[in-house]
């Protein structure tokens, strides 16, 4: 990779800061707006849960998103793009939600088309964002950059919805439109200070190869792009892990804190408590694994052994989790879940650095494409795990009288998914050429390539 089209740390921050604001826009519209359909409008929990999986499932929009920013050569347009369709979805899910006291079927007309806009933009800007990354940052620094854009969104979730919940009280209608232009105005700013000048307008020899692969890509089209990435064994395989992982992950969220209630007997601040244990463990993980792959030696710096490991230990702990639900009270429950957590943040991180690494591999220059088919199954994992979670918990407990023993049937799925997951993740590692492999001996399915030898990846082999 050419140094001088290599993001730096500070380049790395700035695209962090647009992470940030995109989390900014989608806390208050998938968190706040929630609680203030059921709280404030007394409405039924299943709007804004039907709301939420809306924007999941249009985000299977995110392997045309990033064709698109492939195709046309700079991904600033499209990250800026999908920043200002996300920003004004925001503002209209805050109207549709005032209108909802007035005028329902308005007000629920209108939520829809928001939440669309919601999941559209959220494809565009961060399929976008995350290929620029696959991009121009070094193989060595994409562990901890990946951290870092990572820590960055959450980081916006937190301070957004703290400084909201303040700015919220006390609430009215009034104040959660005006909230919510300020939340999207600043976004858009903040989107448009980070992303100046970090991406360079094409000239010479990059312009000539942007306009082939333009040329190339419009005459063959999307579906050919998409089925040439699918013919990729590496890509298609980190598609089901991706999908896989992403399903035993997000399973688990939203019977985790009732588990520990209904089984343990503890009260809704303990539960609440046992969730930021878990995700004080997630920062822990995530931390351990970018300082491993960023500065450590051997098998540390191996991201195949951070996700294969951070899979097979998620699945210990819900292991650990199915025990506690035998055992009942007794059970050293905050540390299985401060181990799941940590488990959990060791997988994902490793997950996003190896997809910034694999969005890079293959004969054509199409990491906005890849990079889309992996948030595509992630967000349809995502969308259907807490459904999926919450309602194998509601059949197992209608079919045997324990509580415990129900949840114990959970997590044991569960756990054997994260099993299944971290096999995908060793049969990635397996199909990739080493750093070493010609050109001409890696197996692709598409044409010859115009890249430089640095976009095959390195092997991820333990040492």
């Known amino acids: 990779m050419d140094s001088s089209t290599t993001l730096g740390w500070l380049g790395i921050v700035r695209l962090g800061l647009v992470q940030t604001a995109l989390g900014a826009v989608v806390v208050l519209t998938t968190s706040t707006l929630n609680r203030v359909m059921v709280v404030e409008l007394a409405l039924p929990a299943l709007l804004p849960g039907l709301l939420v999986a809306l924007h999941y499932a249009v985000q299977i929009t995110r392997p045309r998103m990033g064709h698109g920013s492939d195709t046309g050569g700079r991904r600033t347009p499209w990250i800026m793009g999908g920043m200002a369709v996300l920003a004004a979805g925001g503002v209209l899910a805050a109207w549709a939600t005032t209108q909802l006291a007035h005028d329902f079927t308005a007000g629920v007309l209108m939520a829809v088309l928001a939440f669309l806009m919601i999941g559209l933009g959220v494809s565009a800007s961060g399929t976008s964002l995350l290929a620029l990354l696959a991009k121009r940052v070094a193989p060595a620094r994409r562990g901890p950059a990946a951290t870092v854009v990572w820590l960055m969104m959450i980081f916006g979730f937190a301070i957004t919805a703290g400084v909201v919940g303040k700015l919220l009280d006390p ?17 858009l700013l903040v989107t448009a200070l980070a992303l100046w000048r970090v991406e360079p307008r094409f000239s010479g020899s990059l312009s000539r190869d942007a306009q082939d692969l333009g040329s190339n890509s419009a005459a063959h089209g999307f579906r050919a792009a998409l089925t040439d990435v699918w013919a990729e064994p590496a890509a298609r395989r980190f598609t089901f892990f991706v999908f896989v992982s992403m399903l035993a992950y997000s399973s688990q969220d939203l019977i985790l804190e009732p588990f520990a209630g209904l089984v343990f007997g503890w009260t809704p601040g303990e539960t609440t408590a046992l969730s930021g244990l878990q995700h004080a463990g997630v920062l822990a993980g995530m931390l351990l694994v970018a300082a491993c792959t960023g500065w450590g030696r051997g098998w540390l710096r191996s991201l195949t052994f951070w996700a294969v490991g951070g899979c097979l230990l998620s699945a210990v702990a819900l292991g650990l989790l199915s025990v506690a ?50 948030g595509a199954a992630q967000a349809i994992a995502f969308g259907f795990g807490g459904l999926a979670g919450a309602a194998a918990s509601d059949v197992a407990r209608w079919f045997i009288v324990d509580a415990g023993v129900a949840y114990a049937l959970v997590f044991a799925l569960e756990s054997l998914l994260f099993v299944c997951a971290a096999v995908l993740a060793w049969q990635v590692a397996r199909l990739l050429p080493s750093a070493n492999t010609p050109a001409s001996e890696a197996p692709s399915h598409s044409s010859p390539p115009r890249v430089a030898p640095h976009t095959h990846l390195p092997s991820q082999e333990p040492a």
């Open 171 to 187: 609430y009215s209608h009034e104040r959660l439109l005006i909230v919510s232009l300020s939340v999207s105005g600043i976004a």
């Open 325 to 374: 639900g035998v055992m009942g009270p007794g059970w050293p429950l905050r540390a299985t879940v401060a181990l799941m957590g940590a488990a959990n943040g060791m997988f994902s991180i490793a997950a996003i650095a190896s997809m910034m690494r694999l969005a890079g591999h293959g004969r054509e220059r199409r990491e906005g494409t890849r990079v889309g088919l992996w």
